[in-house]
């Protein structure tokens, strides 16, 4: 049984933790991947090794960092208020991270909306590329990007789709089992929105290698292949990383934490989750459709 439940007292103050060497050697080891990632898709092979360094460093700074938070939490020493900056934090989190996706969907529409029209007149025709046609996705100049195929709905987009729009059906029920003090239907179904969150990115991942292989869809195939990958890409990083996170919260139910008025590092899983979910209806709509 965890402490939250041996303990049910509550912090009557606002508990901050000590000097802590957490997010400096996080920030390390984020500066260190994404050296090591600009160094790799240059064809710098110390970059591969930087990078996985870097991955391998990021993952323990967090196990450690997050494992004090959860021992703060199940210790009883976070009141209502560090819950409420818990939420605002998660809340700003995600925020960002609208914005984000935000500017890569700006900068689609741009591409095909605004540079591609423009770049077809007969001005800048004569200027740029001589017998340029508006279609979208174009080759460029001719001679400069090879030819490729674009990847269409069907079928593993569509298949994706149907797996996220399943695994927050499946978190939601977890959720409310959850709330209804059900700890073992709970533990059912967010094992299963963990494992359709896997499959999600077996799934991409497979779609990736016939793209490169078949297609020969890669990320320098011009505009259009870097936006492809961009967002596709940014977007499956961020499903890894949600189902990372709902595999932590299923551990820590297996174990006994969370209590059903006592449970938002869950439900700030959850809020990850349902805004990835969002992110892809818009990937699959305006990428693979349109």
């Not at 103050?13 to 991947?33: E, N, W």
């Not at 409310?176 to 990115?201: D, N, Q, Y």
């Not at 870097?226 to 949600?242: P, Q």
Request: net charge negative; proline share 3%.
């Amino acid at each position: 049984m965890s402490a939250s439940q041996t303990t049910p007292r509550e912090a009557p103050y606002y508990y901050v933790p000590g000097m802590s060497a957490h997010p400096i050697r996080t920030s390390l080891s984020m500066l260190t991947t994404l050296a090591g990632a600009a160094l790799w898709i240059n064809y710098y092979m110390a970059g591969y090794f930087l990078f996985l360094i870097g991955v391998a460093c990021l993952l323990c700074s967090l196990y450690f960092w997050f494992g004090d938070a959860i021992r703060e939490s199940e210790g009883g020493l976070n009141s209502k208020r560090v819950d409420s900056a818990y939420r605002w934090s998660m809340a700003w989190f995600i925020f960002s991270e609208v914005m984000f996706f935000s500017a890569f969907f700006f900068t689609l529409w741009y591409m095909r909306d605004v540079t591609t029209p423009m770049l077809g007149d007969i001005d800048h025709q004569a200027l740029l590329w001589p017998g340029f046609a508006e279609n979208w996705p174009h080759f460029g100049p001719a001679g400069v990007v090879d030819s490729y195929k674009t990847v269409g709905p069907f079928w593993l987009p569509t298949i994706n789709t149907a797996l996220l729009l399943t695994s927050g059906l499946t978190l939601t029920i977890a959720h409310h089992a959850l709330r209804a003090e059900k700890r073992g239907s709970a533990i059912f179904w967010l094992f299963i929105t963990v494992t359709l969150g896997f499959t999600f990115v077996g799934c991409q991942s497979y779609e990736y290698i016939h793209a490169y292989a078949d297609l020969n869809l890669r990320f320098d195939s011009g505009a259009f292949g870097s936006i492809f990958y961009m967002l596709t890409g940014f977007h499956g990083f961020h499903v890894i990383l949600g189902s990372v996170f709902l595999t932590v919260i299923l551990v820590r139910l297996v174990r006994g934490h969370f209590t059903s008025d006592h449970h938002f590092g869950f439900e700030g899983a959850a809020w990850y989750w349902h805004f990835v979910d969002v992110v892809w209806l818009g990937l699959y709509m305006f990428v693979y459709w349109f």
